[in-house]
């Protein structure tokens, strides 16, 4: 079975600067998606980013990026230039890429981010 | 339309109510998800229907019923609930897995939740 950690529960940012928000997965999988959801206090889980594992090139959506090393299994998550609007809490996520497969999508705890201005 | 619409928001009800959370989305996908969600923690998934065929149940209790009446519909029946019941209902909906297409494939649009509490 598949695991995602989060082992950072908080973390803070000031505003304008980068942060980094780490996780890491466990499978025996080489094809699969990984992803950045955010859930604001407004509750709805938005994607923020994804990344296809058969992929080497680290996928970038305007200020958010991920370092995605497949050998240690990381996928981590910078936020550049942080809003007040990125305060949210941010879920890691995996799903198997094989097709007919458990279609289940595999969240980390989540980290709560909280930008200071 | 790219959005998934779940009603109502917030919902309170009795042990003995019966009441219905409606999820509805028209983007053409064939996956729709239940999930669970307590405060501070990852949303835990219930159902999955695909083709309108529920394809996975999660070992949920027969107080929760999911309904799939048509593409764009989806329910979730509520009878008998108990107070832990009480959480943050997310419905979610995707392109089919049997219908993977690499580039955009996999990714779950997700309604903003209705909230219930059991009393």
């Known amino acids: 079975a598949q695991t995602v950690t989060q082992s950072q529960p908080e973390m803070s940012v000031q505003e304008a600067e980068t942060v980094t928000l780490s996780c890491t997965y466990d499978t025996s999988e080489s094809d699969y998606y990984l992803f950045w959801y955010k859930q604001p206090p407004s509750r709805q889980m938005i994607l923020v980013i994804r990344q296809e594992a058969y992929k080497q090139q680290n996928a970038t959506e305007n200020r958010f990026s991920v370092n995605f090393q497949k050998a240690a299994k990381s996928f981590s998550l910078k936020i550049s230039d942080s809003q007040l609007g990125d305060a949210a809490m941010y879920f890691c996520a995996y799903r198997s890429a094989k097709i007919g497969a458990n279609s289940k999508l595999t969240f980390g705890k989540g980290i709560t981010l909280s930008v200071r201005p | 339309d790219t959005e998934v619409t779940q009603t109502p928001k917030h919902l309170v009800m009795g042990m003995t109510n019966k009441k219905s959370l409606k999820c509805e989305q028209h983007?053409?996908?064939?996956?729709m998800y239940w999930y669970k969600q307590k405060a501070k923690k990852p949303p835990e998934l219930m159902f999955v229907?695909?083709?309108?065929?529920?394809?996975i149940n999660e070992s949920v209790p027969s107080r929760f019923s999911p309904e799939c009446p048509n593409s764009s519909l989806l329910n979730l029946h509520l009878h008998a609930l108990q107070p832990e019941d009480s959480a943050l209902y997310l419905c979610?909906?995707?392109?089919?897995?049997?219908?993977?297409?690499?580039?955009?494939?996999?990714?779950?649009?997700f309604g903003a939740g209705s909230r219930l509490t059991v009393l």
């Open positions: 983007m053409g996908h064939r996956a």
């Open positions: 979610a909906s995707s392109q089919a897995y049997s219908r993977v297409i690499r580039s955009g494939a996999n990714v779950l649009t």
């Open positions: 229907y695909s083709y309108e065929k529920l394809s």
